[in-house]
Each structure stands twice: as structure tokens, then as C-alpha cells.
């Protein structure tokens, strides 16, 4: 059960906050989280503005600093699922067509598991680390993407330090995937965990980039050890002799 709580004291009302009262059977960590989803400002967001989740907001926050969501280009989104990356690439590339006067960008999402249709993006079940998967995704995009994005986390284990190197070793998988799919100039941008571990994936995208930068957006939470990195002008085959 959920009840809103307001306090009108003062010059005008306080914005309503939903609090949720336990229930039988559900742990308070799920009741906790619960709360803060019903009144986190970007889960609201995300469902007046049509996106399938907050994360959205990440990615949009991230290519207002970079801008590497330009239209025309081609974009791949590692891990894809629920879709809310591949949204906003969409709008962001022009992959609709529906400003006459810009290029038209290809979204090409991939994941494990099968993601509802997403207007103005092709997205395909593949598994991004298997033989050949490099190959089959420049097939798709009728050549080399522009940007390579990731949002993908491991499971949980509730293990802070195997949780950090498990979602390392995600990155690094995604960024070698990079260095097969990437055009010249093209940019790389995943989710890590602050935590140390992350030392040498910067120092490899250093040697494949021209500059790497990290980044904690305003809509991932303060609570949260996730950052963002952002690798941009990557080097091509000059990159690959380093």
C-alpha cells in the first residue's frame, strides 16, 4: 500500500512524497527500493516523456557534454535491453528521418534476451563476445559503427569488490568489441564502478583513444559507485599497433 505525504506549511505546497508501508512477505530493502523508485524525479520523467526507464537520462546527460550522438551516425548499444539507450540514440541521430534537413543515423541494439520493437532502431539477439559477433554486426550496419555504447552491469553477487571486477571485466569485453567495430574517430562510452580496478582499461583506451574521460551524470544516483567512461577520436589501425 502506498499513501502520499505532503506539508503545507510555509509559502506554497511541497511537492507530494509517496511512502510505502511494509507489507507481508516483502523483505524492507524491497520496500525501500520501492519507495525511491515512486519517487525518484527521472522514473517520473522517464514515464511522462515516453522513455522505458531512467537511464535513459544517463546517456542523454553524457552526449550533452561529448556530443557523439550527431545525425547520421551509426550507433551500437551493447546489452541493449529494456531499450531506453537505443530512444534516445534514435531521436538523437535522426534515425527516423524526421528532420528532413539532417543526415539519417542506423541504432543497432543487441542483448541476450528479446527486447520489445523500438521505433528507429534494429535491435537483434546476439551475444556481443561470441565468434564472429564483431563481424555479423558490421554486416548489419553495412560497415563500421561511430559510436560503440554500454549501460551493461553484472549480476549482483552483494559482494562490493566481485561486483566491481565482474563489471570491469564487462567493460573490457565491450571496449575490445569496440576495437573491432569502431570507425576511425569513433567514440566508446560504458558503464564502470569506481572502486581502483578500472586503472588498466583506462591506460588500453588511452593508447586507442585520443582522449578518455570519466564522467558521473547527474541522473545516476549519489549513491551510486557507478561512473562513466568516455573514449573519443578513436585511433584505427595506428591505435592497434601501439
Known amino acids: 500500500m502506498v499513501k502520499n505525504s505532503s506539508n503545507n506549511s510555509g509559502r506554497g505546497q511541497r511537492e507530494l512524497r ?11 530493502s524491497s520496500t525501500l527500493w520501492l519507495e525511491r523508485q515512486l519517487n525518484d524525479p527521472y522514473v517520473k520523467r522517464a514515464q ?32 541493449c535491453a529494456p531499450g531506453g539507450w537505443c530512444q534516445v540514440a534514435a531521436r538523437r541521430i535522426n534515425a527516423l528521418g524526421e528532420r ?32 564472429g559477433a564483431d563481424v555479423q554486426v558490421k554486416e548489419w550496419l ?26 570491469i571485466s564487462l567493460c573490457e569485453a565491450a571496449a575490445y568489441f569496440a576495437f573491432d567495430v569502431l570507425a576511425p574517430g569513433g567514440t566508446f562510452v560504458a558503464k564502470v564502478l569506481a572502486g581502483g580496478a578500472e586503472g588498466e582499461l583506462q591506460g588500453l583506451l588511452k593508447k586507442k583513444f585520443t582522449k578518455v574521460s570519466n564522467i558521473k551524470p547527474p541522473a545516476s544516483r549519489s549513491n551510486s559507485s557507478e561512473k562513466f567512461v568516455v573514449a573519443t577520436g578513436f585511433r584505427g589501425e595506428a591505435g592497434q599497433k601501439l
Open 142 to 167: 553495412n560497415g563500421e559503427a561511430d559510436v560503440v555504447m554500454s549501460d551493461m552491469a553484472a549480476a549482483s553477487s552483494g559482494h562490493k569488490q566481485t561486483d566491481h571486477l565482474r563489471i
Open 48 to 79: 511522462v516523456e515516453g522513455y522505458r526507464g531512467r537511464a535513459a537520462y544517463k546517456i542523454l546527460e553524457i552526449d550533452d557534454k561529448y556530443r557523439f550522438l550527431i545525425p547520421g551516425a551509426r550507433v551500437v548499444d551493447l546489452g
Open 100 to 131: 528532413k534537413s539532417k543526415k539519417i543515423g542506423t541504432v543497432l541494439g543487441v542483448d541476450l534476451q528479446e527486447v520489445e520493437t523500438i521505433p528507429g532502431a534494429e535491435i537483434y539477439i546476439l551475444d556481443f563476445m561470441g565468434d
Open 18 to 28: 509517496v511512502k510505502v508501508k511494509t507489507a507481508r512477505g516483502r523483505r524492507l
